[in-house]
């Protein structure tokens, strides 16, 4: 079946680092590929996401490229922030009926000034 | 962009009582609706698919008699904890796509988090 591997948590940088979160999933088919986020005491929002092989999804500064030869989703984002903190999620959506969203585990991201 | 709004987003009960969830689309209407629960740490698993005037699909391995939902109007879902046991202690979040939105996006409430005692 259908299923999300993200990178183990948590994550803690300083304001202004690189960050990557690395997603990789399995999948019949081509899927779409999300990336939500998830802010303290609030509900999963979605931050960007591709649905086909090759695209890239872009928001906030944050981008994923879908790589179907690696079956990946990395996230990326080249200067964070403190309000960025957050919990991200990687999900696929097989598209087939009822469209239902497979999720990763989560990480939890940290940034200090 | 939409809001979907669950009540109540904590509640604490007795072991063997009956607790109600509601989620609602404020601002759109949605024919399906998605029941999650998360636990600590740990990933969204999928309990069921909502479907509004029908019954609701469950998940492999989740208790349709335990978990009861109704899905009565186009903006309105609700999750009853049946008999409810500490095992049943979680973080409880739907998610509902906008009939007019695009493929795969959904929209998720503030999760509702119970504690049975």
């Known amino acids: 079946g259908n299923s999300v591997t993200q990178m183990e948590g948590p994550v803690t940088l300083s304001e202004e680092a690189f960050l990557t979160i690395n997603c990789t999933y399995t999948?019949?088919?081509?899927?779409?590929l999300f990336w939500y986020v998830q802010y303290p005491g609030e509900g999963l929002q979605l931050l960007l996401k591709a649905t086909k092989a090759d695209d890239k999804g872009s928001n906030k500064g944050f981008e994923a490229t879908y790589r179907k030869e690696t079956t990946s989703f990395h996230l990326e984002k080249g200067s964070v922030q403190v309000s960025d903190s957050a919990v991200y999620f990687c999900?696929?959506?097989?598209?087939?009926?009822?469209?239902?969203?497979?999720f990763g585990q989560g990480t939890r991201l940290t940034i200090n000034p | 962009g939409a809001v979907v709004s669950q009540h109540p987003s904590r509640v604490i009960c007795k072991s063997g009582t009956s607790v109600k969830i509601e989620c609602r689309s404020l601002?759109?209407?949605?024919?399906?609706m998605f029941w999650y629960r998360q636990f600590p740490k740990q990933s969204l698993m999928l309990m069921a698919t909502s479907n509004e005037g029908s019954k609701a699909t469950y998940e492999q391995g989740v208790e349709k008699d335990k978990f009861l939902i109704n899905h009565a109007s186009l903006t309105l879902s609700t999750l009853t904890v049946t008999s409810a046991h500490p095992e049943d202690s979680s973080f409880y979040i739907c998610?509902?796509?906008?009939?007019?939105?695009?493929?795969?996006?959904?929209?998720f409430g503030e999760g509702s988090r119970l504690t049975v005692l």
């Open positions: 601002d759109f209407q949605a024919t399906t």
């Open positions: 998610s509902a796509r906008d009939l007019a939105g695009s493929v795969g996006e959904l929209f």
């Open positions: 999900a696929l959506s097989d598209l087939q009926g009822a469209q239902k969203l497979v």
């Open positions: 999948a019949t088919g081509y899927p779409s």
